[in-house]
């Protein structure tokens, strides 16, 4: 079993930034990867980034270059840095681990907000 949990959210004007953070314990030795998916309201959970455990990193095409993810392997954390922030960020963040064995991302944090508004 591995536990996520999401801090960082909140509310922030368009053009700001906000840092998530998603914290790790249990069997974190299974971790192939941790990840960001965001939910809005009346809309699909959407892919935003993940962060592998060989260091390599994939961010969705759309928030390149606003956006950054990054991972502590030995504190168990991935981290999501968001810049330039839009009305159209504002979701729910759900942080998600893809453990050895698994076919998809199998674990999954309660979510953080994340309102960007003016």
């Known amino acids: 079993q591995v536990q996520l949990v999401e801090s960082g959210g909140g509310v922030v004007q368009p053009g700001g930034s906000l840092r998530l953070s998603c914290a790790a314990s249990?069997?974190?030795?299974?971790?192939?990867?941790m990840a960001w998916f965001r939910q809005a309201p009346g809309k699909e959970r959407e892919f935003v980034g993940t962060s592998r455990r060989d260091g390599t990193t994939t961010l969705a095409d759309a928030l390149e270059g606003r956006f950054t993810i990054s991972r502590d392997l030995a504190k168990d954390t991935v981290t999501l840095q968001m810049n330039s922030l839009k009305p159209e960020d504002t979701a729910t963040y759900y942080c998600?681990?893809?453990?050895?064995?698994?076919?998809?991302?199998?674990?999954w944090g309660p979510g953080t907000q994340v309102t960007v508004s003016s």
């Open positions: 998600a681990a893809f453990t050895c064995g698994a076919a998809t991302y199998n674990y």
């Open positions: 249990g069997r974190t030795f299974d971790m192939y990867a």
